[in-house]
């Protein structure tokens, strides 16, 4: 079996990440973006406009994808925000503690001081307890921000740390 290893994504990784973040999508239940978002939308956002994004492969397969940008334009750009998907069938296998670990150093690498989370959703706890364990602070919680396709409003986290 080989590693998991992590590279920058181009163009021509669009096709596996659409097949990543396609689910995540239209489930509706942790990522802030319409259900019913169509491919090539989906592609210029994750891959476009201040996005650096990066795609995980183990086996020379697309197994998670993730990008990180800066949080705010300004005097905020010294903050980094990421975004992360991984594959369905790769769930459970530590993709996204590699992709998180990888995108702090990445960020650091590029001048970031600290990596924020703007809007966590509350209800997917695995997310919020793995960023806890790389040393994220809940600095902040949003009442009832979230419109989850399930369980109604749910709150919404913001999560800090220092890099």
Do not use: K
Not at 96 to 110: T, W
């Amino acid at each position: 079996m080989t590693a998991l290893s992590i590279r920058p994504a181009t163009s021509d990784d669009a096709e596996a990440i659409w097949a990543i973040i396609e689910p995540v999508i239209r489930a509706g239940d942790v990522f802030a973006l319409p259900r019913n978002m169509v491919r090539d939308d989906a592609i210029a956002y994750w891959l476009g406009g201040d996005h650096i994004p990066f795609i995980a492969e183990e086996n020379d397969e697309i197994i998670g994808s993730y990008y990180i940008r800066p949080n705010q334009m300004g005097g905020g750009a010294h903050v980094a925000n990421a975004g992360y998907a991984t594959a369905q069938a790769a769930t459970g296998r530590g993709v996204a503690r590699a992709m998180c670990l990888d995108s702090l150093d990445e960020a650091r690498g590029r001048g970031f001081r600290a990596m924020q989370f703007n809007f966590v959703v509350s209800s997917n706890v695995r997310a919020a307890a793995l960023w806890r364990s790389l040393g994220f602070a809940e600095v902040g919680r949003l009442p009832g921000a979230f419109d989850h396709p399930a369980l109604g409003s749910v709150d919404a986290l913001v999560m800090w740390r220092a890099l």
